[in-house]
């Protein structure tokens, strides 16, 4: 008699725990940490790039939330502030803070926690930052986990 072994593989989803996921640092006295919960509670935004329809909150609403100066008062001083987003893999891209002013652009760029209606991929997620119209994807940083605003010398 021939025993047969027979092997269950469960698929197992990795979710991303209930506490922070990005967090935001340079802007006030202490960072700002952020859930799921809490970016899918800010006024929501849609981004198509390349044929994929992408869902989160822009930038600009993240870092207001966080207290960056917008608008009228990015001037002088703020206007030699930068932000370096970082991926979970270290990966990082560096951006000027009017790059996300509806005062000086209308760009958009997004963190997204949504793609095509459903999480973003865990191998890009569970945020990734889109930035629309722009010709490549070299700035767009995967599993996005943290914004960190600093000053030019």
Same mark, same amino acid.
């Given at each position: 008699? #021939? #025993?047969?072994?027979?092997?269950?593989?469960?698929?197992? /989803?990795?979710?991303?725990?209930?506490? &922070?996921? +990005?967090? $935001?640092?340079?802007?006030?006295?202490? &960072? +700002?940490?952020? /859930? *799921?919960?809490?970016?899918?509670?800010? %006024?929501?935004?849609?981004? $198509? !790039?390349?044929?994929? $329809?992408?869902?989160?909150? *822009?930038?600009?609403?993240?870092?207001? @939330?966080?207290?960056? %100066?917008?608008?009228?008062?990015?001037?002088?001083?703020?206007? !030699?502030?930068?932000?370096?987003? /970082?991926?979970?893999?270290?990966?990082?891209?560096?951006?000027?803070?009017?790059?996300?002013? =509806?005062?000086? /652009?209308?760009?958009?760029?997004?963190?997204?926690?949504?793609?095509?209606? @459903? =999480?973003? %991929?865990?191998? @890009?997620? %569970?945020?990734?930052?889109? *930035? &629309?119209?722009? @010709?490549?994807?070299?700035?767009?940083?995967?599993?996005?986990? #943290?914004?960190? $605003?600093?000053?030019? &010398?």
């Amino acid at each position: 008699m #021939r #025993r047969i072994a027979l092997a269950f593989v469960a698929a197992i /989803t990795v979710l991303p725990a209930a506490g &922070p996921v +990005l967090t $935001i640092e340079g802007v006030a006295a202490a &960072p +700002l940490q952020l /859930t *799921l919960s809490d970016l899918a509670g800010m %006024p929501r935004a849609k981004a $198509i !790039v390349t044929e994929h $329809i992408y869902e989160g909150v *822009l930038v600009y609403d993240v870092l207001k @939330k966080a207290g960056q %100066p917008f608008g009228a008062q990015l001037r002088n001083a703020q206007l !030699v502030k930068y932000a370096v987003f /970082t991926g979970h893999d270290g990966y990082r891209a560096l951006f000027s803070l009017p790059e996300f002013d =509806p005062a000086f /652009t209308s760009a958009g760029a997004l963190i997204a926690d949504r793609m095509d209606g @459903k =999480p973003i %991929p865990e191998t @890009k997620g %569970p945020l990734w930052l889109i *930035l &629309p119209g722009e @010709k490549t994807g070299v700035r767009s940083v995967y599993m996005l986990e #943290r914004i960190q $605003i600093q000053t030019a &010398p």
